[in-house]
């Protein structure tokens, strides 16, 4: 699935940081139906006279972001993800609490407690730069999507010259998953000096969605996917968004870059659906790594794993292959193998990288119409993406 759990120092994604019985010959990530409407009202060109300069002052900000602190690229995709998956792509995500108030927004749900701050940086200081050329034009919703496309494409293959304490082993599946997965590997610190070579898909992003009035922790819960949730339950989840189960299955592979805490996959290492014992589904050599690094009781609540144990720090489709060797890191992703309806679809992305890119900004664009506001009536734009207008 598409989102998990990452924090400041460490990263999910979900979270984002993640989510047929046959494989039809071609299929359509971006058929119409009733959810996606008003994705016919957004456009490429909505700020072509007003802020013709907007993707080049947003891409300004992501390349230096993702050069000081490569955590922002997974971290603000998820970010991306749970925006609209719970109100909609209009950016409620990134208001935050009045003191004093009692009131909780989005930011302070239980699921969204490790979101991390890079990514809300990320938005923030492409929001000021924008404000500077182009005042009360530019939605923070708008930011936040391309943002998230900039960073898909800036997501890389890293390569490590960093102390020895620190050192990233040969990039060989036994080296990967013998790995003791520390939150170092999502800190800043960790990433200085990493070669940075050709990342994931670019792709053009339709604009004009303005930002929401409404942001309530309340309505967290309910409308993101779990760590332990049924293929059943996902597809009834996305389907409740206008999102097919080939979305489902497509935007599952931003796995392919960020990490998970212990405490999202832990379950499946020691007492596995109540069996007490691990899940059978899960390579031994990755379920011995995987438990040395997080103990069933008393363990470091920091300490993560990547999503991707073969080339977690490159956006490709080694996601899906993953899967097939029983690499999976959460059962939600290893599910995605088992069950019959989506597996041909996880077997297609596995063998057809440039048709996973393709998939996957369709499916990106599709997402990005969630629930979009419009109009002063139902939106605002904001000065402040922490703050509403009134």
Not at 207 to 221: E, L, Q
Not at 346 to 365: H, L
Request: hydrophobic content about 40%.
């Amino acid at each position: 699935m598409l989102l998990s759990s990452f924090s400041s120092s460490s990263f999910l994604l979900v979270s984002f940081f993640f989510f047929f019985l046959f494989l039809p010959t071609s299929y359509s990530l971006t058929k119409p139906t009733n959810a996606t409407r008003r994705h016919r009202q957004l456009s490429i060109n909505y700020y072509a006279t007003s802020c013709p300069q907007l993707e080049q002052l947003v891409a300004s900000v992501t390349a230096q972001q993702f050069k000081e602190a490569p955590v922002s690229g997974p971290a603000t995709i998820r970010l991306f993800f749970h925006d609209c998956f719970v109100e909609g792509c209009d950016g409620s995500i990134l208001i935050s609490s009045k003191p004093g108030t009692g009131v909780l927004v989005e930011k302070d749900a239980y699921d969204n407690r490790d979101l991390a701050a890079e990514a809300f940086e990320s938005v923030r200081k492409a929001k000021v730069l924008v404000e500077s050329k182009c005042p009360g034009v530019v939605s923070c919703a708008d930011i936040l999507v391309i943002a998230a496309r900039d960073f898909v494409h800036l997501c890389t293959s890293l390569k490590d010259n960093y102390n020895e304490k620190h050192t990233w082993r040969a990039p060989s599946l036994l080296a990967m998953i013998e790995l003791d997965y520390k939150s170092r590997y999502s800190s800043p610190k960790m990433f200085h000096g990493f070669h940075v070579q050709a990342g994931g898909p670019y792709y053009q992003v339709k604009k004009g969605r303005w930002d929401g009035k409404i942001s309530k922790a309340s309505r967290v819960n309910s409308n993101l996917p779990r760590a332990n949730s049924t293929v059943d339950e996902l597809i009834k989840l996305f389907k409740s968004k206008g999102l097919t189960m080939e979305d489902l299955v497509v935007l599952s592979g931003a796995h392919t870059i960020g990490f998970a805490h212990c405490e999202h996959f832990v379950n499946r290492l020691y007492d596995y659906g109540g069996t007490k014992q691990p899940d059978s589904a899960i390579d031994p050599r990755l379920l011995k790594a995987l438990k040395m690094s997080c103990p069933r009781f008393g363990g470091n609540a920091d300490i993560v794993a990547p999503f991707d144990v073969t080339t977690p720090f490159t956006f490709d489709n080694a996601y899906y292959g993953n899967l097939e060797a029983k690499l999976g890191l959460l059962a939600t992703d290893q599910a995605l193998f088992l069950d019959p309806r989506t597996k041909p679809l996880v077997q297609a992305m596995g063998k057809d990288r440039q048709k996973f890119f393709q998939e996957f900004a369709a499916a990106m664009e599709k997402m990005g119409s969630i629930g979009v506001k419009r109009g002063r009536r139902h939106g605002e734009k904001r000065k402040d993406c922490s703050m509403h207008m009134s």
